[in-house]
């Protein structure tokens, strides 16, 4: 019988570390160009929830640009590892492997892309089957902290880079951690590309810098590239799966109070009409037809790595 074997992907490199900012453990996956570096150094790719879009990023890149290295931020999924993250929250008996996997990421993923709100706006906002406190929520500076002094030294350390053009990419929970990034430290990266930004957060935590961040454009001490992209059906809701707490009508009216297009649009529009230095540039939204929340990372990725480096 055939012995099937793990598939990988070539001419990638695992960095994995324990972050002296927050204490969690990182698991950082780098796609490397097959050209050699230019003079100036590779241009990079950073691209939040990596263990989802890591791959597709690396292909969509490899097929287009050929200076730019793929960096996706994640977690170890090693047994020990994920234990380690799960126990800060209680026993889940009864996961297979995979959901064990599934969950640790999950939590993980909702400390470091968010930012901290009152216990009574989480509440209010939580789904029935997925509660959480405040004490699992707002990691989100620390974690670009990490990002900052933690990840980026290493991938420089790995390959020659060129820091002053480098670019973040978040979907979600995590394009709402890029729009955070872009507000509070615009000049971390050249360009920001938040994909159906969870702008509803919190009720708008991630607009409370905003008015500061515009000054500085004003000012023309910052110039960041910015693109926002969502799907067109964002503000429909999917069927509701069994056992999830809520009706079909109850899930439908969350959904469309979230505006999400809504929102996306108004941020944009803000940000246009900005008189930045020549350096600064705001995309039109790209808003991607037929598209819900789950498939409008694919299209994003596609569009971003266009803006970013083409």
Do not use: C
């Not at 490397?32 to 597709?56: K, N």
């Not at 500076?141 to 350390?157: G, M, Y």
């Not at 050249?190 to 991630?206: C, D, L």
Request: glycine fraction near 8%; hydrophobic fraction near 45%.
């Amino acid at each position: 019988m055939t012995q099937a074997e793990p598939v990988s992907i070539p001419n990638t490199r695992t960095i994995d570390f324990v972050s002296g900012i927050n204490d969690q453990q990182y698991s950082i996956s780098v796609a490397l160009p097959w050209l050699p570096a230019p003079e100036r150094g590779y241009r990079v790719l950073y691209v939040l929830d990596g263990y989802s879009y890591f791959a597709s990023a690396t292909e969509a890149v490899r097929a287009n640009v050929h200076d730019v290295v793929v960096v996706g931020i994640g977690y170890p999924s090693d047994p020990a590892s994920v234990k380690k993250a799960i126990e800060p929250f209680g026993p889940k008996p009864g996961l297979s492997e995979l959901e064990s996997i599934a969950y640790a990421f999950g939590m993980r993923r909702s400390y470091d892309l968010s930012l901290p709100i009152s216990a009574d706006v989480l509440a209010a906002q939580s789904l029935p089957v997925f509660k959480q406190t405040t004490e699992q929520i707002g990691g989100l500076d620390d974690f670009l902290a990490t990002i900052e002094t933690e990840v980026k030294p290493r991938v420089a350390e790995l390959v020659s880079i060129d820091p002053s053009n480098q670019a973040i990419f978040g979907h979600s929970l995590a394009g709402m951690a890029v729009l955070h990034a872009l507000f509070v430290e615009p000049n971390a990266f050249r360009t920001f590309i938040a994909a159906s930004p969870a702008i509803w957060w919190g009720e708008k935590a991630v607009l409370a810098n905003e008015e500061k961040f515009s000054a500085a454009v004003v000012a023309g001490t910052v110039s960041p590239r910015v693109l926002v992209t969502i799907g067109s059906e964002e503000e429909t809701a999917k069927p509701v799966p069994p056992g999830f707490g809520m009706d079909q009508a109850e899930l439908d009216a969350r959904v469309r109070s979230a505006r999400a297009i809504g929102n996306a649009r108004d941020l944009t529009a803000r940000l246009q009409a900005l008189r930045g230095s020549n350096g600064y540039q705001v995309e039109d939204v790209a808003i991607f037809d037929k598209q819900g929340h789950g498939l409008a990372p694919w299209p994003a990725l596609g569009r971003a790595i266009d803006f970013a480096f083409n």
